[in-house]
């Protein structure tokens, strides 16, 4: 071939598993529902389809957050490259947080700062997928386990959620699905969509379940502490001396600031267990060749973590019971629309539709795109869990 002139075809192409990937995540739909909205409608979006708060002005962070991170940035000792794992500091920081809550005392050691709890999903299920594993997810649930466990080759089945039972997990149906290839199964405490808060007694069944089981347990907690109901936040770290336990958490939700990306992932394992299957060398070659965390965020954390008033935290506590209280009143008042339970926890809820009483609604996708194009209004499908086809997420 000369100069400038044209191969007989191009021999390279976009990655089609990344396409499909992103087709089943909440932003693949936000953005999919975002080219509905009417470019002739002056109103301003009302976005309800994310755990982001920040976005109304009633949902601000603490100014000591503010200003812990004005001072990371101004001390100059944060401008470098952190450890793999996290400054010192900032796990040492997250351990004593987390312990408070439970029988036994967390290390740095523990503690693997990410970016945000998306990258500490994206830790475990990368770590977990070797060849023939499968994983066990709720549904309904956080569809990104969906989409970054498809797209690293690890099968995964879906047991599902009791709407009936306060959405608590069908115990005899994680049972049932396992096999001799199944490593683990997600739990999402306090719920994201459900709104549910997982009952003591219930969480040590599902340790018992995992241990007879022999599969670890990860305990997605970026809602920790945000319940408004009967039922109060337990770790599923409580129960590591029953079976081993991956927690995923962030400052992002409890602080309201997801744009901060400033996560953990802590193992909960006071036998030892995940280090003896070499579950921790794993997380440790992952993170070794992945991103870290901004250096001053990290150096910010410890700060954030301890000096944070109590009133902060009830403050956002009461906006959310409020917000969350409006909306099942307001959900029961509407003929075509039911909330079977009341949240009582973490930012959403699940609102099932009675399609019969909506006319020219063809499915909760097509409610959803109408809602958009008509209302401005901004809430997810319930298609994004394939069983919950006739609910939306609100």
């Not at 503690?111 to 994206?122: D, H, K, P, R």
């Not at 498809?150 to 995964?156: A, I, M, N, T, Y």
């Not at 602080?255 to 921790?280: C, S």
């Not at 029961?332 to 009675?354: D, H, Q």
Request: contains cysteine.
């Amino acid at each position: 071939m000369e100069n400038g002139g044209s191969p007989k075809e191009w021999r390279f192409g976009g990655n089609k598993g990344l396409t499909h990937a992103s087709a089943v995540t909440v932003r693949g739909v936000i953005n999919k529902l975002m080219e509905k909205l009417n470019a002739d409608d002056t109103r301003p979006v009302i976005p309800l389809a994310q755990g982001d708060p920040s976005a109304f002005p009633s949902f601000r962070t603490t100014t000591f957050a503010e200003d812990a991170v004005c001072a990371a940035v101004r001390s100059a000792n944060f401008n470098g490259y952190s450890s793999t794992v996290g400054i010192p500091s900032g796990r040492r920081a997250v351990a004593e947080y987390l312990s408070k809550d439970l029988p036994y005392k967390l290390s740095a050691d523990d503690v693997f700062l990410t970016i945000g709890c998306t990258q500490a999903l994206e830790t475990v299920i990368t770590v977990l997928a070797r060849p023939g594993a499968n994983i066990l997810l709720p549904r309904p649930g956080f569809p990104y386990y969906e989409a970054r466990a498809g797209f690293s080759g690890l099968e995964f089945r879906h047991f599902d959620l009791l709407p009936e039972k306060d959405w608590e997990v069908d115990l005899a149906g994680v049972e049932a699905l396992s096999d001799e290839n199944t490593v683990a199964m997600v739990i999402i405490n306090p719920g994201n969509p459900c709104g549910n808060v997982f009952k003591y007694q219930h969480l040590k069944k599902v340790a018992e379940t995992a241990k007879k089981l022999g599969i670890l347990v990860i305990s997605d907690e970026v809602y920790d502490h945000l319940t408004f109901g009967s039922s109060p936040f337990v770790p599923m770290g409580v129960f590591g001396s029953i079976v081993p336990v991956i927690t995923l958490g962030s400052i992002s939700k409890r602080w309201v600031v997801p744009g901060w990306r400033l996560g953990w992932l802590v193992t909960n394992d006071p036998d030892g267990i995940l280090m003896k299957q070499g579950i921790v060398d794993s997380i440790k070659g992952y993170v070794d060749i992945t991103s870290d965390p901004v250096t001053f965020m990290q150096g910010a954390l410890a700060q954030i973590l301890e000096d944070t008033p109590s009133d902060f935290f009830e403050g956002i506590v009461s906006l959310l019971k409020e917000c969350a209280e409006t909306c099942y009143e307001r959900t029961s008042e509407i003929p075509c629309l039911t909330c079977p339970c009341k949240p009582e926890g973490s930012m959403f809820a699940m609102v099932k539709l009675n399609l019969s009483l909506l006319e020219g609604i063809e499915d909760d996708l097509d409610f959803c795109c109408k809602l958009a194009k008509e209302e401005s209004v901004l809430i997810l499908p319930g298609t994004i869990q394939s069983s919950f086809a006739t609910y939306c997420i609100i």
